[in-house]
């Protein structure tokens, strides 16, 4: 298979993975606003942190990349964490503040999509940073969720959720500062051609 075929690939594992991923994004939210049927929402939700971690092992092992990979697995994520913190800012358990500092780096980094396509650039490369702090993030809103209720787990779900929550948006910004980084390096070089 030629390197632009593979890269073309519409039908591998990992894609597969990262659309049941997406196809559970609507399922969670009805989930948690719906009947409340909390273990089934965090069921999903661990399902989705499994395939997360699944699908890039298989893609790297197995020769699977894609481009349409590149673009539905970070889709996924996002609308996980969107969804999530929707659905518990809703149900109350996570406070607006920490909703707006996530949607607010959203903004600051979607605000160089003009920039970038003008100087003839699609997306920024996503780094490592930037996937470990969706990491500490799908792992933080479980955990905060778990929090919320009132087991024996609860208090060490809070504890735990709230470090993974914070450490995860101190990193999401940090990532977001390496973007602005890699998009002025970027228009620097488009403009020396």
Same mark, same amino acid.
């Given at each position: 298979?030629? &390197?632009?075929?593979? &890269?073309?690939?519409? %039908?591998?594992?990992?894609?597969?993975?990262?659309?049941?991923?997406?196809?559970?994004?609507?399922?969670?939210? %009805? @989930?948690?606003?719906?009947?409340?049927?909390?273990?089934?929402?965090?069921?999903? $939700?661990? !399902?989705?942190?499994?395939?997360?971690?699944?699908?890039?092992?298989?893609?790297?092992?197995?020769?699977?990349?894609?481009?349409?990979?590149?673009?539905?697995d970070?889709?996924?994520?996002?609308?996980?964490?969107?969804?999530?913190?929707?659905?518990?800012?809703?149900?109350?358990?996570?406070? %607006?503040?920490?909703?707006?500092?996530?949607?607010?780096? &959203?903004?600051?980094?979607?605000s !160089?999509?003009?920039?970038?396509?003008?100087?003839?650039?699609?997306?920024?490369?996503?780094?490592?940073?930037?996937?470990?702090?969706? !990491?500490? @993030?799908?792992?933080?809103?479980?955990? $905060?969720?778990?929090?919320?209720?009132?087991? %024996?787990?609860?208090d060490?779900?809070?504890?735990?959720?709230?470090?993974?929550?914070l450490?995860?948006?101190?990193?999401?910004?940090?990532?977001?500062? $390496?973007?602005?980084?890699?998009?002025?390096?970027?228009?620097?070089?488009?403009?020396? &051609?």
């Amino acid at each position: 298979m030629s &390197e632009t075929s593979a &890269e073309n690939r519409i %039908w591998t594992v990992p894609n597969l993975l990262s659309f049941l991923r997406l196809l559970g994004v609507p399922v969670f939210l %009805w @989930l948690v606003l719906g009947p409340k049927a909390d273990g089934w929402a965090i069921a999903v $939700l661990a !399902f989705a942190g499994f395939t997360d971690w699944l699908d890039g092992k298989i893609a790297r092992a197995f020769n699977q990349t894609s481009r349409l990979g590149r673009l539905i697995d970070p889709a996924a994520d996002k609308l996980y964490v969107f969804a999530t913190i929707l659905a518990l800012l809703l149900r109350g358990v996570i406070p %607006w503040w920490l909703v707006a500092i996530i949607l607010g780096r &959203e903004l600051f980094v979607a605000s !160089f999509i003009p920039v970038l396509r003008r100087h003839g650039y699609r997306a920024l490369q996503v780094h490592f940073l930037g996937k470990a702090a969706m !990491f500490n @993030l799908m792992y933080a809103f479980p955990l $905060l969720f778990l929090a919320s209720h009132s087991g %024996w787990y609860a208090d060490i779900a809070r504890i735990v959720g709230w470090a993974f929550a914070l450490w995860g948006t101190g990193l999401y910004w940090w990532a977001g500062a $390496l973007y602005v980084i890699q998009v002025r390096r970027l228009v620097t070089s488009a403009k020396k &051609e």
